[in-house]
DNA sequence: TAAATTTGCTACATTTTACGTAGCAAAGCT
DNA sequence: AGCTTTGCTACGTAAAATGTAGCAAATTTA
């Protein structure tokens, strides 16, 4: 499945830097998103596919077991959740948030 | 090129969810390293390509022409630099750091 | 308890993206 | 004038994502 493991060669370190570890696990379609989405709570499969509104279920099960063999993500009784350090990683790109209304101004000006 | 442009369907959002279109950016293969390694300092295509390890000069152009024209990145008679922008993601990227090597752990247990 | 619905996927064919190597034209250096 | 470096493009191959269809198991409803 190619998950990247900190301590194995991964995209953008042969060495397996931890960071790069992560960027190349969130760096993949949908990872980001997947998380931000599950922070609102834990729901099915199919919940989670219209959450992210335009996803195909397979790379969605992709994701889902890259994140869930990375600790992100796990299976409850309500369905998909965010592990603890799934909510810690998701507090940690919170910022962007804001950061990405202001930067989309960027955009409006030159129409 | 397929920018993701705030405001117009963006990968994760057919509206064009400001957050979710930075998310499709900064989201595809090599873009967070990119960002990162130019942090280290304004340098040549070829000095990046060094950087990153093991990126095509193929992907790396890609990224840059999409991270120049979502302003966060820049041609300087130093060759390419972040800008002011990009030097904020960065600060915002920058938690994930610290926080990848606690995560790292995770997979030296299970050998 | 039998029928209908929902759920979590998988199959499969197509499109898109990334890779990797080769190499060229322009600029800079000697 | 020659040699090197630089930024990149070409091109063929491999990998990843898409989109639609649908099935088997679990759950809900009648």
Not at 11 to 22: D, F, I, P, Y
Not at 42 to 61: D, G, H, K, V, Y
Not at 66 to 73: C, P
Request: glycine share 8%.
């Amino acid at each position: 499945m190619s998950l990247p493991i900190p301590g194995k060669p991964v995209r953008g370190s042969k060495s397996g830097n931890h960071l790069m570890a992560l960027f190349d696990l969130l760096g993949r379609s949908w990872a980001m998103g997947i998380i931000w989405r599950l922070n609102e709570g834990s729901c099915t499969f199919r919940a989670l596919q219209e959450r992210c509104e335009s996803i195909s279920p397979t790379t969605l099960n992709r994701r889902i077991k890259e994140l869930t063999k990375a600790f992100l993500i796990e299976r409850t009784v309500d369905g998909y959740a965010l592990t603890e350090q799934g909510k810690e990683i998701f507090e940690l790109l919170a910022p962007l948030e804001s950061w990405a209304r202001v930067w989309a101004k960027n955009f409006k000006e030159d129409a």
